[in-house]
């Protein structure tokens, strides 16, 4: 995985990496996206969840990429959520999602979940296919969700 970087390093996010995460989701995603990473990063009501990490890809000292996990208080102690998830785009398709996500999946056993859940839309073909290629299924959907007529998808993938 990521063979064109070999010197990519994963490792937990610091408060210094924020602004480079933000600007990977707003470009990825839309800059609204990147105002709510910014506060779901910073913010202290961060504290309601049980358990949650960020780890980011850095390769020669630039940030290329981020993934996460969370779980709130009130879910079952063994299912776990995706936080936010990106790679800068121009280091896309090159294999770090795929080292980002393979890094996290033996974390989330050690920890004891037994099942990670994450969202899409419908139209996000690109992530359905990555998806799929990890074992995630789908398990659930609201038609016309978001505002571009997209379904809202939740994906599981059993740990």
Not at 17 to 33: E, G, K, N, Q, W
Not at 82 to 89: A, I, L, R, S, T
Not at 133 to 151: N, Q, S
């Amino acid at each position: 995985m990521a063979k064109d970087y070999p010197n990519l390093k994963i490792r937990n996010m610091k408060h210094s990496d924020i602004p480079a995460m933000v600007h990977i989701i707003s470009t990825d995603l839309s800059p609204i996206d990147g105002k709510k990473a910014h506060k779901d990063l910073t913010d202290q009501s961060r504290k309601l969840y049980d358990d949650g990490q960020v780890f980011v890809a850095e390769s020669e000292g630039k940030l290329l990429g981020l993934i996460g996990y969370w779980r709130m208080h009130y879910h079952p102690k063994t299912v776990c959520w995706m936080d936010w998830f990106g790679v800068e785009k121009n280091h896309r398709r090159t294999g770090i999602g795929s080292a980002l996500l393979l890094y996290m999946l033996p974390v989330l056993a050690k920890k004891r979940y037994r099942m990670l859940c994450c969202e899409k839309s419908s139209k996000d073909i690109a992530a359905k296919l990555f998806y799929e290629r990890y074992g995630f299924k789908e398990a659930g959907r609201i038609k016309k969700y978001w505002e571009d007529g997209g379904d809202w998808v939740v994906l599981v993938k059993k740990l």
